[in-house]
Structures are given as structure tokens and as C-alpha cells.
């Protein structure tokens, strides 16, 4: 265990990359594709899929052994190089823990996806708002009318306030970068592999049930949270509560639901995937404005996660250093 001095020293590096690294997600945002860590992911997992052979059970081992080895193969050198950076200067190691920390969550990019959206419908121009569905979720954008891409880019909002702003903080605060980036790895995996079709169900087991297992707490967390911040933003703070334990269990993922949930209680519209689930009550029809709500949801919900993690990270910084960093 760390000295006092030692541990909250290493607690202000956090805070500064913490908060350096939210900075150049809104003054920065993302590199171009070739130079993102996450595409990296992709591409590995993308290699990494060729193992998909045998039986069953030999697709299974191999899915473990796989998604264990990439989940590796990009945490253990942020875990290393941060060790090498904090023993060198902790102004190094703040600058090694902003950039990567950085790649592990999507603030931002959200936001750049689904406002465009909400002015393309403002403006008239389905087509031009159909055309940004692609890179939200995986629907035909042809058979969405202004309701359903409106509520498909609510959705995507508020299961991003989870998968790509919440769960990132929540596994920093536990293990530090390392923790933040193989959640990513994860999430990353899930979304590649982690299908029920015949030809991958197997080998993506396990990458599935990994997701599920690490976005289990900050999923209810967030419900929890977006109800606190519709009270902040003087919208309907009991309908959310109510709603996410109503509606909650209506969407195959046992995660998702909560957040989209809360955030239909919160906003009062009901979303709609055709065909597999209605969350929330129609007490508002469902309008662009509400793309821009969500978002103010999605800030304010995850400004309220990150004052949650911050006794985490000391607690962390006190009892683990210097193993995690």
C-alpha cells in the first residue's frame, strides 16, 4: 500500500488525464479511422475470426482463447507503458493516460452522428437524415419514417451513455487505463462476434457473456442516473424510474434496456424497434427536439458518473498502486 503523499499524487494524475482527456474529446475528438486504437481492434478481431473452425466445443475454446489473447495484446502494453511513464514523471504518465484513455469512450462522436440528424429532420430532409442511421445501428434507414429515425437516434444516445461514456469511467475507476481499454476490447469483440447466427454463435460466446458480465452494474447505474439528471433538467424524473423498471426487460439485451428505457420515461416519448420492442408511453410525440434532449440527458447523466467515480479512483489509487496505475 502506497503512502498517503504517494496515493493522492497518483490520484491527481488521474484527475488531470481524466479531465485532459474529456477535453480533447470535445476540442479535439477523433483521429482519422487509420490512426484510431479501436479500428485497430477491429482489424485484429477481424484476423482473429479466421479461428472460427472445428466443432461446437472447439469453437468455443477457440472464442476464449481468442477474445483472452486480444483483450491482451492491447491492455497489458497500456498497463506496462504507464508503469514505465508514472516511474519516469507523473506529467508523462498523465500524457500517455489522457491520449489513451481518450480512445476508450465516444462522447463526442455521438453527438456528431445524431445532431445532424435532428437538423436534417428539422429541415425536412428524410433522406439526408436517413443517411446518418448507418452509423448509429444497424436498421434499413429506407423504412424509417421521421418517428423511427427520430427514436432510433434516441436509443443509440442513451445505449452510448452506457457502452461508450459509463462503463469506460467505471472499469478507469476500478483498474485505471488498462481496465478502460480492455473493456473496449470487449465491447469491441461483442460487437463483431458476438451474434446468435449459427456460423459465429460459438465462437462469440464468450465475448458476448463478457460484455453482458462487465456493462451489468454501470447499465442500472446509468438508469439511475438519467432519472437524477431528468430532475437536473426539469424533465420527468419519476416517469424515468417507473419506465426503466416497467419496460426495462422488453429489449434481448439484458443491459440496454435500462438505459433506453429510462431515458423514454425521462423524455416522455415511446421508442420503437419494429418488430422486437416499444419502451415508454407516448405522452409527447416523438420530434427531433427530443434527439437534443437526449444528448443533454447523455451530458448531464455522465458529468453525474464521473462525481460517482471519483471516490473509486482515490480508493484505487490508495489501495492497488503501484500495480494499477
Known sequence: MPSSTAALELFAANLTSLALAFLLDRFVGDPPSRFHPVVWMGWVIGRVKR??????????????????????????????????????????????????????????????????????????????????????????????????????????????TVDGAASPLFYFALLGVPGAVAYRVVNTLDSMVGYKRPDIRDFGWFSAKLDTILNYVPARLTALLIAASAKLLRLNSSQSLRIALRDHSKTESLNAGWPMSAMAGALGVKLVKLGFYELGDPIDKLKPIHIIKALEVMAVTVALFTVICLPIILLRCMLLAPWVM
Do not use: H, W
Not at 506529467?91 to 436534417?120: G, H, N, Q, W
Open 51 to 160: 479461428a472460427n473452425r472445428g466443432s461446437p466445443l472447439q469453437r468455443r475454446v477457440l472464442g476464449v482463447l481468442c477474445a483472452l489473447a486480444v483483450i491482451a495484446l492491447f491492455s497489458l502494453p497500456v498497463y506496462f507503458a504507464l508503469q514505465v511513464a508514472y516511474g519516469v514523471s507523473p506529467l508523462l504518465y498523465v500524457l500517455v493516460a489522457c491520449v489513451t484513455f481518450k480512445f476508450t469512450f465516444a462522447f463526442r462522436s455521438m453527438a456528431d452522428y445524431t445532431k445532424p440528424i435532428a437538423e436534417r429532420l428539422l429541415q425536412g430532409d428524410l433522406e439526408g437524415a436517413r443517411a446518418f442511421i448507418p452509423y448509429i445501428a444497424r436498421r434499413d434507414p429506407s423504412k424509417l419514417d421521421e418517428e423511427l429515425i427520430t427514436s432510433t437516434a434516441v436509443e443509440s444516445i442513451a445505449e452510448s
